[in-house]
């Protein structure tokens, strides 16, 4: 079946440091990839994706890259704020499939 | 437009009572999906509704839940009785059926249950 390794956490950093947060996946197929967040108080949203290999996604600074040759597609943000803080969950969708497959989330702080 | 709504935003019931969760989605979106997140681990797939009709139920997790989604609208996930290992965060997703595609999945905040 469908699987996703991510980080585990906590993480925390300074503002303005370098974010990375390694998510690795197994799937039978093309699957889509997807980086969701979730701020305090607040319900999972989309912060990134990508359909198909080398596509990169981006979105608020953050980038991640689909890489096929590795299973990986690791979120990045080269200098992260005080708003950055929050969990971040990395997760697949099969071909033709509806359901999200999830890691475990990888909860980030940022002090100022 | 309002986004995904969940009620209540916390639960705590002890062990055995009865616990009803509600989802109301997105207006307009046919497809509806609940997940779970246990002790901090990786949210896992539920359920998912299309309209009224449960499309795929396999990730219930066994015979004490239940899920409704009376007159394609808003949706219900009861736990009955509720044991020790239910506490988490359930999410309540929506979602349009775009020609062959599934499109994006937008969330609720989620209502965390605890049980004592």
């Known amino acids: 079946g469908n699987s996703v390794t991510q980080m585990e956490g906590p993480v925390t950093l300074s503002e303005e440091a370098f974010l990375t947060i390694n998510c690795t996946y197994t799937a039978t197929g093309y699957p889509s990839l997807f980086w969701y967040v979730q701020y305090p108080g607040e319900g999972l949203q989309l912060l990134l994706k990508?359909?198909?290999?080398?596509d990169k996604g981006s979105n608020k600074g953050f980038e991640a890259t689909y890489r096929k040759e590795t299973t990986s597609f690791h979120l990045e943000k080269g200098s992260v704020q005080v708003s950055d803080s929050a969990v971040y969950f990395c997760a697949l969708r099969g071909t033709n499939d509806y359901k999200l497959s999830f890691g475990a989330g990888t909860t980030v702080t940022v002090r100022a | 437009e309002a986004g995904v709504t969940q009620f209540p935003s916390h639960s705590v019931i002890e062990k055995g009572q009865t616990v009803t969760l509600r989802c109301d989605p997105i207006?307009?979106?046919?497809?509806l999906y609940w997940y779970r997140r246990v002790m901090g681990k990786e949210i896992k797939f539920l359920l998912h509704f299309v309209k009224e009709s449960k499309q795929d139920e396999s990730g219930m997790p066994n015979n004490r839940f239940l899920a409704e989604r009376t007159g394609g609208t808003y949706s219900t996930l009861k736990v009955q009785p509720a044991e020790l290992e239910d506490s988490g965060v359930y999410f309540c997703a929506s979602s349009t059926t775009g020609g062959s595609t599934y499109n994006e999945q937008f969330f609720g905040p989620g209502t965390r249950l605890t049980v004592l």
């Open positions: 207006s307009g979106h046919d497809n």
């Open positions: 990508a359909t198909k290999a080398d």
